[in-house]
């Protein structure tokens, strides 16, 4: 069970910045260079700010060279995202440069005037190449040169070399709108983002059996559903895996209640349990007030794990309900996982164990078995003083599992951050046992743990009911839905327009509205950060909130609908041009779609799309406003531009999990 871990509540954001996952550095036919800090999210309210704005001088060692005008062969329009591309041509670049050197290329987004993505392998270069001889006098000359070696290609108009060696890169404004009118031709999937693995296990949400669904759990199956769906997206075999709590010494305790209470339980049936969360608070109170049922209880444990059929029979009902509960809210959520619990693993247990012992890992220390791990003062352990098997010993015969049957390349957790420290020792097990490679290589198969912080209400703490009990997923859903229902119901009516409207177009949209606020105002925010969770801001329409972005989104459809042209025959008969500021900047940023995918998958955070997604509204807002659209001279280049803008939000919302509105 990967439940909230009590620790997590003192986590400080120190402590939660140390638990991000290292930026994986892909090989060199990626062309990727990763964002230096993980633990920090940009504050941005505009363009996306790049690891460092472009380098420009006036110093006279500053040079500009078009290339628009040479021989250039055809790029292809959809083949990775516009940064893996560039990359590509700055490899070539590199190696006829230096030919003698192996160096990564590092291509940045640049938001400064000089350029639109800028090469930064200069100074890095000469680093390591002076006083060997070489031609170069210094960094800028090495950036004249990547400049001039860069292949003939329709993806660049232009480029300049300032400072240190900085490569200024402008783009094409007929291959950035050659690709945007290609995306519209053929979909969205032409953008998806190329990643290193074919396969990854997404291990997420994992609730306890014979517990209900709280607020504890919204971050994991919400996060881990974000990121499930943007490897799906950048075609990435996903198995989602629900590992729930379904053994253990619990059991033993809920069936001997059961049994006890409700002899004739297999005829009276699911009645007998009645709701779940009652029946396990009344069987653990018996089991913490008398010793001798506890006693009994703890037998009841041993005949379920040795296979005896009542108590076997017994535990698929409780399983049974627990999941249909569950059912419940993943249904609300839209979210598909699919259940391989603690039991399903239980049998490889011994096998796994026996692998590591013959290794020499395994040791005796105080009754238990444990794994001494350099770098933890504590071991840990494996074997219980009992003989019982516990959390890593489960955790350990899972990850074999995936490893050697499912063949997962890149095993994700998505837990509280307070689990790190279990996390960090069970994955240095694994490397100890030869079964994980050194991150330090930077090789697959890799294990990620992704820690995130505390869900708080308005008092800092953790968010409860006013009677202290943990607030219910499930009551949660429907107060997100109840509410923006209402708010809608009372927009409309004081506007006249409701008159527009069906039931059923006002249950989804509540529903879409409701549980989309839910989502984005956990998945905005750096995940390893505690967040406060507010009905009142997250439905809010103002500033950065779903309601805001659903808003955005409802009224770029209407500006098409009104328009009253057939968008499916403008996207193959029209053409888009970029020749407004506006235009363009918009247009830029669109096809930055990819490379943002792909690094909210590197670095595992849903917040950067957000982000993202948010600054598109923003952009889009300030072209509509700068360009007329219905009537204008450019209409079908603009409303193509509409069209765009609108498919892009409309992936960002499918990747974040909401679901996107057609009018509001």
């Known amino acids: 069970m990967r439940a909230l871990a009590a620790a997590a509540a003192t986590a400080t954001a120190t402590a939660a910045a140390a638990a991000a996952p290292s930026p994986a550095r892909f090989p060199l036919r990626l062309v990727v260079t990763p964002r230096a800090s993980l633990g920090h999210c940009r504050a941005s309210s505009s363009a996306r700010s790049p690891r460092r704005d472009c380098y420009a001088t006036t110093m006279g060692d500053e040079t500009s060279t078009s290339i628009a005008t040479q021989s250039q062969e055809p790029a292809a329009v959809g083949a990775g995202s516009v940064k893996q591309q560039l990359s590509k041509l700055v490899i070539a670049s590199l190696r006829t440069t230096v030919p003698e050197v192996e160096v990564d290329p590092m291509v940045e987004v640049c938001t400064a005037k000089f350029g639109d993505y800028q090469c930064n392998n200069a100074m890095g270069l000469w680093s390591r190449i002076k006083g060997s001889g070489t031609s170069f006098k210094n960094p800028n000359a090495i950036g004249q040169a990547i400049a001039k070696n860069l292949p003939p290609s329709d993806i660049i108009e232009s480029t300049s070399v300032a400072g240190p060696g900085f490569v200024n890169i402008v783009l094409s404004n007929s291959w950035v709108a050659k690709r945007i009118q290609d995306m519209l031709v053929n979909g969205i999937k032409t953008w998806a983002p190329i990643l290193p693995v074919k396969r990854a296990v997404l291990d997420f949400s994992s609730p306890n059996i014979a517990k209900e669904m709280h607020v504890g759990h919204l971050r994991s199956t919400i996060i881990g559903d974000t990121l499930a769906r943007m490897f799906e997206f950048s075609n990435v075999e996903v198995l989602r895996r629900n590992h729930v709590g379904d053994w253990g010494t619990q059991f033993g305790m809920l069936i001997q209640y059961l049994f006890e209470k409700f002899p004739n339980w297999e005829e009276i049936g699911s009645q007998a349990i009645g709701d779940l969360q009652t029946f396990y608070k009344a069987s653990k109170n018996r089991f913490d007030g008398d010793a001798e049922f506890k006693d009994r209880a703890q037998q009841a444990v041993v005949r379920l794990q040795g296979g005896e059929e009542r108590y076997r029979a017994a535990w698929n009902k409780i399983c049974e309900i627990s999941r249909n509960e569950f059912d419940m809210v993943y249904k609300l959520l839209n979210v598909k996982l699919e259940e391989k619990g603690e039991s399903f ?98 090789k697959f198969p890799k294990t990620n743990h992704v820690g995130f912080g505390l869900v708080l ?208």
């Not at 015969?397 to 957790?413: F, H, P």
């Not at 079964?435 to 930077?442: G, M, Q, T, V």
């Not at 053409?575 to 930055?592: F, K, N």
């Open 345 to 442: 693993y239980n049998p490889f247990i011994p096998q796994v164990l026996e692998e590591l012992n013959n290794k020499g890992l395994i040791k005796e220390s105080e009754g238990a078995k444990v794994i001494f791990i350099e770098g933890h003062q504590i071991p840990l352990i494996v074997v219980k003083r009992d003989g019982g098997f516990n959390y890593a010993s489960t955790d350990l015969a899972a990850l074999w599992y995936r490893l050697n049957v499912e063949k997962a390349e890149w095993i994700i957790y998505v837990t509280d951050v307070g689990q790190q420290q279990h996390f960090d020792m069970f994955f240095n097990a694994a490397r100890m046992a030869g079964w994980l490679p050194d991150p330090k290589e930077k």
């Open 457 to 664: 209400g308005s008092d800092g703490k953790r968010f409860r009911t006013r009677s202290t009990e943990v607030v219910r997923l499930i009551e949660l859903l429907d107060e997100a839905k109840s509410r923006s229902k209402s708010e809608l119901l009372q927009r409309l009516t004081e506007n006249g327009k409701i008159v527009d409207w069906t039931e059923e177009e006002l249950e989804k949209t509540s529903e879409a509205v409701g549980y989309g606020a839910v989502k984005y105002a956990d998945l905005k925010n750096n995940r390893l950060t505690n967040y406060t969770f507010s009905f009142e801001q997250m439905l809010s329409d103002k500033g950065n909130t779903a309601v805001y972005l659903q808003y955005a989104h409802a009224r770029i459809c209407s500006i098409i609908r009104k328009s009253n042209k057939d968008v499916e025959e403008l996207k193959m008969s029209g053409a888009i041009s970029l020749d407004h500021p506006d235009e363009r900047v918009l247009g830029l940023y669109l096809i930055r779609f990819a490379e943002v995918v792909e690094e909210a998958c590197t670095n595992l955070l849903p917040n950067v799309l957000c982000e993202y997604l948010y600054n598109l509204s923003e952009m889009f807002t300030r072209f509509y406003t700068n360009c007329q659209v219905v009537g204008s001279p450019e209409e079908t280049s603009r409303l193509l531009l509409c069209q765009a803008t609108a498919v892009v939000m409309r992936q960002c919302f499918e990747l974040l999990g909401i679901t996107p509105v057609y009018k509001l």
